[in-house]
Structure formats: structure tokens, C-alpha cells
């Protein structure tokens, strides 16, 4: 399983960004996609997942309302539109991959950065 980030960058306080993960190597049918955020000195967060065949959604909360996650099925890629953006989300975000039936992500990509400037 291959899961690689795009779209990081740096952005202005209110900003958007898009980060795309393009995912291989198997039938993720069953599987949940997520993204996870580690900023500098803090431990891994959980943003945003959804379940790859059923398209169900879940959010962190201190990304409720300002983030939204999607997926392509025909493309393979999962998306994490950010909006509203803050200096508080700057962190490196990951992807992640999980099947439906475990509690923990199994698959990990290399992350992107993401800052935001006040």
C-alpha cells in the first residue's frame, strides 16, 4: 500500500488550501481513509476520515465547520478541502489508511507541510 500527499504549502491566516492523497496497492473498499496533522512539539491529531465505500464522514473538533474531506473513487485520491485556515492548523499533515474492522491505521504516507502565516 502506497499513500502519497500533495497540495501542501504556505497560506495566509483565512486561507484555503486542497491537500489530495493518491492511494495504491490494493482494493480499499473496506478500508477508512484519514488525515492526521503533527505540528512542531505536539503529538499526532486526528482531522478528518472517511470510510471508502460508504463515503461516511468524522471530524476532529477543532476542524468542525472548516474542513471538509472527499473522495474519488474512480481516481483513487482522497481530499482534505481546508478553509478558514489559522496559524494553529500549521502543522505536517498525513495520510492515513485503516480497514473498516480495525481501531488503528495500519498505512501511513510521508506527510506534507502546511503553514499558516498570521
Known amino acids: 500500500v502506497q499513500l502519497v500527499e500533495s497540495g501542501g504549502g504556505l497560506v495566509q491566516a483565512g486561507g484555503s488550501l486542497r491537500l489530495s492523497c493518491t492511494a495504491s496497492?490494493?482494493?480499499?473498499?473496506?478500508?477508512?481513509l484519514g488525515w492526521f496533522r503533527q505540528a512542531p512539539g505536539k503529538g499526532r491529531e486526528f482531522v478528518a476520515g472517511i470510510t471508502w465505500g460508504g463515503g461516511v464522514t468524522s471530524y476532529g473538533d477543532s476542524v468542525k465547520g472548516r474542513f471538509a474531506i472527499s473522495r474519488d473513487n474512480a481516481k483513487n485520491t482522497v481530499d482534505l478541502q481546508m478553509n478558514s485556515l489559522k496559524p494553529e492548523d500549521t502543522a505536517v499533515y498525513f495520510c492515513a489508511a485503516r480497514p473498516m474492522s480495525l481501531q488503528r491505521y495500519e498505512y501511513w504516507g510521508q506527510g506534507t507541510q502546511v503553514t499558516v502565516s498570521s
Open positions: 496497492g490494493r482494493t480499499f473498499s473496506s478500508y477508512v
